[in-house]
């Protein structure tokens, strides 16, 4: 999905019971993880239009119950990990080929400054989450959740 999509996408019912301070926090960062979803999970490419909205509606939904603060850090990691390519390479990170990509991410992947690389893996949670947080995968990646208490039917 490109970023005019991303931007209809942030500001439909999707946003539902976030509060309107929250959503403009919010609706940037899903804009620029969604510059990153497909190629740190490629699965989410895969997944169809109500898939990929229920995986937003989940992520929403644990960035809702982040403080402001941590929400502002988010959106500045996200906003240097979109620029740097620009800045290495001179385009896009989406415009980048595979390999320029892999690249791209590497430099956050194995960073010597750790707070890159724990920003790196706190992005990389969260597209994960999105994706594999979906029930309708499970058959898919193989997944065979155990019943629990909560999910076993009387």
């Known amino acids: 999905m490109g970023q005019e999509g991303s931007v209809r996408m942030a500001s439909s019912a999707i946003f539902e019971g976030v509060s309107h ?11 620029r993880l969604d510059e990153f979803l497909g190629f740190l999970v490629p699965l989410y490419l895969q997944m169809n239009p109500v898939q990929q909205e229920k995986a937003r509606r989940q992520l929403i939904l644990v960035l809702d119950r982040q ?5 502002f850090r988010l959106h500045l990691f996200l906003r240097l990990m979109s620029w740097w390519p620009r800045l290495r390479y001179g385009r896009s990170f989406r415009r980048l080929p595979h390999h320029l990509q892999n690249s791209s991410i590497r430099i956050f992947f194995s960073c010597p400054i750790a707070l890159f690389r724990k920003g790196f893996w706190g992005v990389n949670t969260l597209a994960k989450l999105t994706v594999y947080s ?9 997944y065979n959740p155990k019943p629990t208490p909560d999910l076993v039917k009387k």
């Not at 301070?21 to 804009?31: A, D, K, M, T, V």
């Not at 979906?134 to 193989?142: A, F, R, T, V």
């Open 21 to 31: 301070e929250n959503q403009r926090r919010i609706g940037p960062i899903l804009i």
């Open 67 to 71: 403080s402001p603060k941590n929400l």
């Open 134 to 142: 979906q029930s309708s995968i499970y058959e898919k990646i193989g």
